[in-house]
């Protein structure tokens, strides 16, 4: 590549009805220190590129980064729904199991205490008879002793 100094250093031969040397020289310097701008620019530019190629880079190691965190957010909030769900069947399940138990035991209770209430109907009907017969008797002994 040319540089801005090989611009400045070229020498042209000298002819016999040739370019007038000062306007040669003068237009040599006038592109010399156009192609230098120019060369600084395109390095400065070319040193923008490079480090905007970092920044790139830097963000897309941070975009992969934020994906994978994305990922994994995803992945344990499935889980954690998951774990949810299957401890509140583990929930239903045993209040279930508790409220069949409890009705059980709660027919179970009332069953016996129909039973224990049939036993005390039973022994006041037999009361009944007997009282009934004891008066039945006393009548007649009363009876008798008219």
């Known amino acids: 590549m040319l540089t801005p100094m090989d611009i ?27 192609y230098e701008k120019l060369y600084k620019e395109n390095a400065e530019l070319r040193e923008q590129v490079k480090q905007l190629d970092k ?6 190691a941070m975009e ?7 990922v994994l ?21 045993e209040a279930q199991t508790k409220s ?20 005390v109907q039973a022994e006041v009907t037999g009361y009944k008879s007997r009282i009934k017969g004891i008066c039945s008797g006393l009548l007649e002994m009363l009876d008798k002793l008219e």
């Open 100 to 119: 069949e138990n409890m009705y059980r035991q709660l027919d179970s209770e009332i069953q016996s205490k129909r039973n224990e209430l049939a036993s």
């Open 64 to 70: 992969e980064t934020l994906q994978k965190s994305i």
């Open 8 to 34: 400045q250093r070229q020498d042209f031969e000298v002819r016999l009805r040739g370019y007038n040397a000062n306007e040669v020289d003068d237009f040599l310097d006038l592109v010399g220190k156009d």
């Open 73 to 93: 957010a995803q992945t344990a909030a499935e889980d954690i729904k998951k774990n949810a769900a299957e401890k509140a069947d583990v929930i239903m399940n």
């Open 55 to 60: 920044s790139i880079e830097q963000y897309r």
